[in-house]
């Protein structure tokens, strides 16, 4: 069974720094490529970062570009999303989302999320 598990949202002061963490298990970790998504309050949710399984690859949406760094731990089957000069508009619930593809099909997998708060 598919399991994410995202740690390390807070509140957070503007201009402060946090690494997200998600824990995944159930899957063959080091062959899915992995994002993280953001859901700020009243929007919908958007992708922000992606990292290819082998973790040579990645890919950060504009807004993301800059301050947002993922990685990937494959031997702990860890995914992390490091965000620095945190902005209030970073507030949002972050997610991590694991795309499988099995026998032609497309699997997303998504965690419960964490929340991150930055407010002074």
């Known amino acids: 069974q598919v399991q994410l598990v995202e740690s390390g949202g807070n509140l957070v002061q503007p201009g402060g720094s946090l690494k997200l963490s998600c824990a995944a298990s159930?899957?063959?970790?080091?062959?899915?490529?992995m994002s993280w998504y953001r859901q700020p309050p009243g929007n919908e949710r958007e992708r922000v970062a992606l990292?290819?399984?082998?973790?040579?690859?990645?890919i950060y949406d504009q807004s993301a570009k800059g301050r947002f760094t993922i990685s990937r731990d494959n031997d702990k089957n860890l995914l992390y999303l490091q965000i620095t000069s945190l902005t209030p508009d970073d507030t949002a619930v972050y997610y991590c989302?694991?795309?499988?593809?099995?026998?032609?099909?497309?699997?997303?997998?998504w965690g419960q999320g964490t929340r991150v708060t930055v407010s002074s």
């Open positions: 989302n694991a795309r499988r593809v099995d026998g032609g099909q497309i699997y997303d997998h």
């Open positions: 159930g899957f063959t970790f080091s062959v899915v490529p």
């Open positions: 990292i290819s399984g082998d973790g040579a690859s990645t």
